[in-house]
Structure formats: structure tokens, C-alpha cells
């Protein structure tokens, strides 16, 4: 399958990918080459992509470029037209927990404007306003830290702390994969409303075929090593959605859609 080809339209760029390449051995085999990805920003709706591919294609290391944890081995990483550097703030939502289980929910949410020398009330009143967001109020003086926090606590506390630094870009990275259905389901849900409220534009990473379908409203599929998206998928159905729509034939014919297309990927591996 060949590379999609980006055409990049009126809208101003919040994140671009150009001509990435990945090696760990000095270019003699290739991760990822060859790799491109344009984001455009859209204002007052904010957009939310989806990663699908499968285990070892380079999802989790594309969000680390993006986030500027990780440097590609060629390529151009561009957040609102500037390279990635140590001054640009993304942040990332991973699978494991991430809070710092020494402190509390209230001071991990608040953390980045800690960093930022935000004064403490000035802080913990914006943190609040998350904690209350995000569906933990009553929780902001437990410790961050399992058992004392659920794992979808755990998480939401990750996602308020993610959006107070940064609500334009959310980076997420299978953050409901260790969540059981139940808790999934609910944290979905929690997620649609906070993108509903913030218009962030969020890159999100699944293997669940219709948790992309749900949440996302532009699927990009990547192929395995040498990377590269080889397929673009536009989610048409309602912006707002809630569990109903799962029930929705044209639903069911995007996760069938999307199914099919996954399964030819792999065959291509």
C-alpha cells in the first residue's frame, strides 16, 4: 500500500511530520521512513486523531516526537510551523500511571504551573477547576497512588494534569488499555466531554477498532516497518456522540471498514 498524500489547504498547521525517518543502526534498517503527517488546526472545534496500527509500527514513538521526548533519525517535526525543541510543552498521557504517588491529586494536576512558578493558590484553584472537570472532586487531598486511587482515577488525574499544561494538544497513548470495560466505557465518555468543552486537538493511540471509530474524527492507519500512514479515514458521523451511536448501522459499517483495511495492512507486513 503507498503513503497518503497530504494536501495542506488554507487552515493554519498545528502539527506536522515531514519526511520522518527512524534507525537504530545507522541507516541500514529502517523503523520508520519516509513518514509524513499534517495536522491543521481547527478552530473552535478542535479535532481528534486516532493511530491505529499494529504492535511494533511506530505509534507511541510519533507521539514522542510530537511531544519532543525523542528526536527521529531524519525529518522535520513542526508544532504551529516551529521545530520541537525543549521550549515547546506537550504533554502525554501514557498507559501506565503517571502521577507522582508522594503527592497529592491536587498538587499533581497543578504540577506543570508549579514548574512555571505559578503562586500556590493561584495554582490549586486552577487545578481545582480540572479535579471538578474531570469528575474527582473530593479526591484532590488523597495521594496520586494505587490502591488509594482507582486506575480510571489514576488516569483522570493524568488527562487534568495534561490539559491545565497544555489544553491545545493532548497526547494520548492507549491511556484506557489497562482499564476494565466498565471503567473504559465511562472514561470514553469523559473524554468526548472534555474535548467537547477544551477543542483540543488530541492524537490518540488504540488497538481498539471501535474506540477509534467512537471518539475519533480522522483514523490514519500505519503500515509496519519501514512506517508509513497508508491509509486515511474520515469518522463521518455526528461530532457529539454518546454510547448510542454504537448502536448506529453506518457505526458498525466504520468499524467493519476500518477492520477490513487493518487486516490487509497485516497482510502486507
Excluded at 507522582?100 to 493558590?121: A, C, E, F, H, I
Excluded at 503500515?223 to 457529539?240: A, G, M, R, T
Aim: proline share 4%; aromatic share 8%; glycine share 8%.
Amino acid at each position: 500500500m503507498s503513503a497518503v498524500q497530504f494536501e495542506d489547504t488554507h487552515l493554519d498547521n498545528i502539527i506536522e511530520l515531514k519526511n520522518i525517518g527512524q534507525s537504530y543502526d545507522g541507516g541500514q534498517t529502517w523503523i520508520i521512513k519516509n513518514y509524513n503527517l499534517l495536522i491543521e488546526d481547527k478552530p473552535n472545534q478542535g479535532q481528534f486523531i486516532v493511530l491505529l496500527g499494529m504492535s511494533g509500527s511506530g505509534k507511541s514513538t510519533i507521539l514522542r516526537y510530537i511531544s519532543g521526548l525523542q528526536k527521529p533519525t531524519e525529518g522535520d517535526v513542526l508544532i504551529k510551523g516551529k521545530p520541537v525543541d525543549s521550549n515547546t510543552h506537550i504533554s502525554m498521557v501514557f498507559q501506565q500511571y503517571s502521577s507522582l504517588p508522594w503527592m497529592t491529586v491536587l498538587d499533581n494536576v497543578g504540577l506543570s504551573l508549579r514548574y512555571q512558578g505559578v503562586p500556590k493558590k493561584e495554582r490549586d484553584e486552577r487545578a481545582m477547576e480540572l479535579i471538578k472537570w474531570v469528575g474527582l472532586e473530593g479526591q484532590e487531598k488523597k495521594y496520586a497512588m494505587y490502591p488509594t486511587l482507582s486506575g480510571g482515577q489514576l488516569q483522570r488525574v493524568a488527562i487534568a494534569r495534561s490539559l491545565l499544561a497544555n489544553p491545545e494538544i493532548l497526547l494520548m497513548d492507549e491511556p484506557f488499555g489497562a482499564l476494565d470495560i466498565k471503567t473504559r466505557i465511562q472514561m470514553q465518555e469523559l473524554l468526548q466531554g472534555l474535548w467537547e468543552k477544551f477543542q483540543s486537538t488530541v492524537i490518540f493511540v488504540t488497538h481498539d477498532i471501535s474506540e477509534a471509530v467512537y471518539l475519533g474524527d480522522d483514523i490514519y492507519i500505519m503500515s509496519y516497518s519501514p512506517s508509513q500512514i497508508v491509509e486515511h479515514i474520515k469518522v463521518d458521523l455526528p461530532l457529539k456522540r454518546d454510547r448510542e451511536i454504537k448502536r448506529d448501522p453506518h457505526f458498525v459499517q466504520l468499524v467493519h471498514h476500518v477492520e477490513d483495511v487493518m487486516i490487509h495492512v497485516s497482510n502486507k507486513k
